[in-house]
């Protein structure tokens, strides 16, 4: 079991990605901003993160940055699921690295089991 | 090019941009109905479906009112406003508005303060507009961090050049100048109205569509404390028969 950091703006697919989260045995924190996954990050350091680049107010490029600009949240393992499509990532996938992005998934396109298959792969990996 | 043709090709390029933003705006109730159905297999909870069929109908609204904006759109000189009771379409749009409300966990008001003579408009398109700009408001506070379930209004005032309504919310960032933005990248970015919500936006961009064929337009308004965007209606010279 794995504690999860879901950053989701939207309260129907948040809830249910957390529900399937849930399902597949692992605790979820769920924030809908960057700014409120910041401040959740400090009170309780996730195992991984899941992370919805398309955020309102900051976006989850935005969090990476400060997220990443800690010492501590340095190897934290992060899954974009994101409405961006890869072809449009607006960072190069040399920065993705570097930000620790392990895994990216299109929305639209990733179902429920993918994501908790990917979640299971990448903790794996960090054992 | 005569000046027709000129305006014929502005509206194809505004047509196409609104096309594009309704299209990315579709992929999130489908993408919740598609999810959403999964889970309901996944855990076997039914009760999801429920949700699922709210999801649907309020995105067949959107489409409809998409449609209606190209429709008035469409019509050769100017569309033929008749009175309408505002009062009347704020409580259609209101009931129309209520469930989803409800499954975004906000709170939707009615407020009208005071009677209103009835107001030139298209009761059809007023509605739409009123709808689709309340899809993109309940959206915008189910996103934000909150304590408790916030509130949207559907309102409307009196100010000196007409009868004011719209959807008014607390909302931090809400500025003419962000959504002067938004108005300009609709279409193109992804997420025109960054400090409103996470998705296109289509609503509030069709609503605009909507008004602008009632010769008015969506502005930054106030009400009471709370900011919002917001059309003027000229009241109807005739009799007030109609509320």
Not at chain 2, 32 to 46: F, K, N, T, V
Request: aromatic share 6%; hydrophobic share 45%; proline share 4%.
């Amino acid at each position: 079991m794995a504690n999860v950091l879901l950053v989701e703006p939207d309260i129907l697919l948040g809830k249910t990605y957390m529900a399937a989260l849930e399902i597949a045995g692992h605790q979820v924190q769920w924030r809908r901003t960057a700014q409120t996954a910041i401040r959740s990050v400090d009170a309780k350091s996730p195992d991984l993160i899941i992370l919805e680049l398309q955020l309102a107010m900051h976006n989850g490029i935005e969090f990476l940055y400060e997220f990443r600009s800690y010492n501590d949240w340095q190897t934290v393992p992060v899954i974009v699921l994101s409405h961006v499509q890869p072809a449009l990532r607006a960072v190069s996938p040399m920065l993705w690295e570097q930000l620790h992005v392990v895994a990216y998934h299109y929305k639209p396109l990733t179902k429920l089991n993918d994501i908790i298959r990917s979640v299971d792969r990448v903790l794996a990996l960090a054992i | 090019m005569s000046a027709g043709a000129a305006r014929s090709r502005q509206q194809g390029g505004v047509n196409e941009r609104l096309l594009q933003a309704v299209a990315e705006q579709m992929k999130l109730p489908l993408l919740q109905i598609a999810r959403r159905a999964e889970l309901a297999h996944l855990s076997g909870d039914h009760s999801l479906i429920e949700g699922i069929e709210l999801t649907a109908d309020s995105a067949l609204r959107l489409l409809d009112n998409y449609l209606l904006s190209t429709k008035l759109a469409r019509v050769d000189g100017s569309l033929q406003l008749e009175p309408v009771s505002i009062a009347a379409v704020m409580n259609d749009t209101a009931h129309q508005l209520s469930r989803l409300a409800d499954q975004y966990e906000c709170e939707l008001e009615l407020h009208l303060s005071g009677r209103y003579a009835p107001v030139m408009a298209h009761r059809a398109g007023l509605e739409a507009a009123l709808a689709s700009l309340g899809y993109v408001f309940i959206e915008a506070q189910s996103t934000r961090p909150r304590k408790r379930r916030p509130t949207i209004k559907l309102a409307a005032h009196r100010s000196k050049n007409g009868i004011v309504a719209g959807m008014f919310a607390d909302i931090e960032g809400l500025s003419m100048d962000m959504y002067r933005r938004g108005r300009g990248l609709y279409g193109h970015a992804k997420q025109p109205l960054t400090q409103l919500v996470s998705t296109s936006g289509a609503g509030v961009f069709v609503a605009d569509s909507l008004l602008q064929s009632m010769a008015t337009r969506l502005r930054l308004a106030h009400h009471q404390k709370l900011s919002g965007l917001a059309a003027t209606f000229t009241p109807s010279n005739q009799l007030s028969l109609v509320r």
